[in-house]
């Protein structure tokens, strides 16, 4: 049994998870077990979105999440990569073979695992499920979803105030209600800012995450170099995997990237195009996964949806780039934003 105590909120800050880029990851198969209690201590195990560990981004920052937990309760923990063109139900067998296991919590990094959770979440009733970026109904699962939007309003203060050319743009992976929550605000912000002087243009790598949008660093650089030839200086990229080939053509050019979900001027993969990362619209998903952890153990499970925004540092803006600072009057204009959206002067867009 899992030690029970107090639960305390945790609202874990955006900076404070330091992420292991380059760490190789586990798989885990189905034990054949029959359900019962295990005889280890099983603790937290994700199951990865699309692009798996080592997308210097959004499953990367998972991890951080995992090792935070392994490292404070001291018990076992499991990573599994999704595998290329897999379906609903491939999910669901690795979901279930993760409970089976008796690994509690259980996360779906991503909103591909809405179907298979909630397949999955109603047989095994005494299993925490968490789910990123997905509202899944069940007396068992926590939905952990983000203030995308907030993050990326301040891209957009960023983004006007570094741009030269009046023209950034916007690399989104694929064409889906979420990631518009990355370009609304962001195009906000850009608007807001320069008071409607500055273009931003769009453009969504696929349709489809079958087709790759998150996964292929060539498309994203592809898009990248089509929307600096239109003069873009300044390129923003909530793509996943892809966002890598955006950062790199941004670099190769000599303009600015903005990076997502982590801090990616700190990321070591991606350190020959650092100078080139101005910020980042950060989501500390890591804090998230870390924060559902603790709860199950100590014995009070969140449920139901857990909302990571702002006002708790669910999400935020990276200065980490001493150029930052010295884009003129752009940690002033981020810091009057902050304030603005927290206070609610500022009403973000989310579409």
Known sequence: MRRISKLTRVA???????????????????????????????GLAI????????????????FAGLEKA????????????????????????????LAKQ????????????????????SKYPDTTFGIVDSVVEGDN???????????????GVAAAKATKTNTVGFVGGVDIPLIHKFEAGYKQGVEETSGGKVKVVSQ??????????????????AAAEGQIE?????????????????????AKAKVWAIGVDSDQYQQEALAAYKD???????????????????????????????????????????????????????TDAVAKAKAGIIDGTIKVRTE
């Open 141 to 155: 699962v926590a939905s952990l979803v983000f203030a995308e939007e907030q993050a990326s309003y301040l891209a």
């Open 276 to 330: 080139y990362i101005l910020t980042s619209a950060l989501k500390d998903v890591g804090g998230a996964v870390y924060s559902l952890a603790k709860s199950v153990e100590d014995g009070k499970p969140l449920t139901g949806t857990q909302t990571f925004d702002l006002k708790v540092d669910g999400v935020g803006l990276a200065d980490s780039n001493p150029k930052f600072a010295e884009v003129a009057g752009l």
């Open 230 to 250: 239109k003069n873009a200086d300044v390129v923003y990229q909530a793509a996943g995997l892809s966002g890598q080939g955006v950062i790199e053509a941004a």
């Open 70 to 97: 392994q490292k404070e309760f001291g018990y076992k923990t499991d990573d599994v990569e999704p595998t290329e063109g897999e379906t609903d139900a491939d999910k669901e067998q690795r979901l279930s073979s």
């Open 47 to 62: 199951a990865y979105d699309i692009g798996g560990k080592g997308d210097q981004s959004f499953n990367d920052a998972a």
């Open 102 to 121: 008796g690994y509690n919590p259980v996360i779906g990094i991503g909103f591909a695992y809405g179907p298979a959770m909630e397949a999955v979440a």
């Open 204 to 221: 969504y790598l696929t349709q489809t995450a079958e087709e790759g949008g998150f996964s292929s660093p060539d498309k994203g650089k």
């Open 12 to 42: 874990v800050g955006v900076a404070s998870l330091a992420l292991a880029a380059t760490a190789c990851g586990g798989t885990s198969s189905d034990s054949g077990s029959d359900g019962g209690e295990s005889k280890e201590d099983l």
